[in-house]
């Protein structure tokens, strides 16, 4: 072992030293330097938000998505969103480019922003209802890539089967499989409540596991509500008014056709498609919360809420048993005050936000809840 020998006078100067680096240091530990701690995260987190932004959007799953709640918009106006896909298109490789751009610098120049900073990975060990929804959401996706093998082998001439192409469908006048579309989406929430948005939606793994992998790393998503309900509504009303419009203006020429919905994508679209979104939301569930998607967003939650209260399958409440822990809204990823319910006495949660997951379930400690059919 080597070992270094200072003089008195030396050690004293070293002492110094420290001393007067730790003064800097307390100086800097000041709100400067967090805002500058801030400012340096912030950076770094547009630049991964810019890059797979810029990536997502050259992919149609992710353009999609984005366009739904306005696709109809762009048919009143007698053209289609296919003018706003190719705009997305055209303009994504100067956001990759911007977000390279800022990653590569802030990582270079200011990365570790604090020296002490550690990253725990931890996974957390998934519970009952949660493990079963994963093996179905898997089931679907599985399903979605048989669909693509198929007709990439020629073997089925089944178009898309997603909303976005039965709303273009109906945008377009070819109505017969769009209202049929809809009308079993209706039929089916009457049934099983929002149980298509806990268990079969494309977008429900994706934002699930977000969730998980935020947790993970010793994150979690942001519990703060958005204030702003309204949002979701807005952009309800904004899908249905344009789809009855175009309906409308289209009346005499409807026809049953399957034709001219969105094309079967490919596997490369499909997996570039979920690897892009993934991080995405990944960010802004940590920003937005879990499933921002259902709640602020999606044009098709938001008309399900307004009627998931009539689904018969319901989520039962045993208010004799229930303790007021509040642990299951502390774990419900749709916000729904449960306990709420509970107290005055509700048979179920008759929340239009409630898709019926089964959360609240795995950790009630009572046995307080259990899935139900009927009033
Ligand atoms: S109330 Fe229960 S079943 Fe409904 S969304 Fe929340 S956790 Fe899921
Ligand atoms: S977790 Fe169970 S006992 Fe606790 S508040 Fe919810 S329903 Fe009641």
Known sequence: ???DVVTSEEGAAEVTRRVTSGVNDAAQSTPE???GIRAKKAMLLSGVFLTLFGLASSTKEFL??????????????GT????????????????????????VTSLIFFYPFRPDAKLNVHFKKWNTWKKRRLVFQFFVLSLIMLHIGLVALGKSKVPSIC????????????FGASAL???????????????????ACVYTPVQEQATNVL??????????????????????ALFWTSFVVNVAKNARSLSFGWANGLDVGTYWLFFSGLLTIFPITVLLTHYLGSRFFCKYLCPLGGTMSIYNKFGLLKMRLHKEKCTDCQLCAAN?????????????GSRSIADGNCIVCGDCVDVCPKDAITFAFGR
Not at 68 to 77: A, N, S, W
Not at 215 to 236: E, F, H, M, R
Request: hydrophobic share 55%.
């Open 163 to 174: 909303p976005l192409s039965f709303a273009e469908l109906g945008n377009a006048g070819v």
């Open 64 to 77: 999609g998505c984005i366009t739904l709640p306005i696709d109809g918009i762009f048919y009143m106006f």
């Open 181 to 199: 579309f809809w009308a079993s989406i209706f039929a089916l929430v009457f049934v099983f409540g929002r149980a298509l948005c806990g268990w």
């Open 1 to 3: 072992m080597e070992l």
């Open 80 to 103: 289609t969103s296919h003018i706003a896909l190719a705009f997305f298109l055209d303009i994504s490789k100067y956001f990759i480019m911007a977000g390279v751009f800022l990653t």
């Open 215 to 236: 947790k993970a790393i010793g994150k979690s998503p942001t519990k703060k509500k958005i204030g702003k309900k309204w949002i979701i509504y807005v952009l309800t």
């Open 33 to 35: 330097r967090g805002r």
């Open 332 to 344: 419900c990823q749709m916000g729904v005050d449960i306990p709420k319910y509970a107290a005055a």
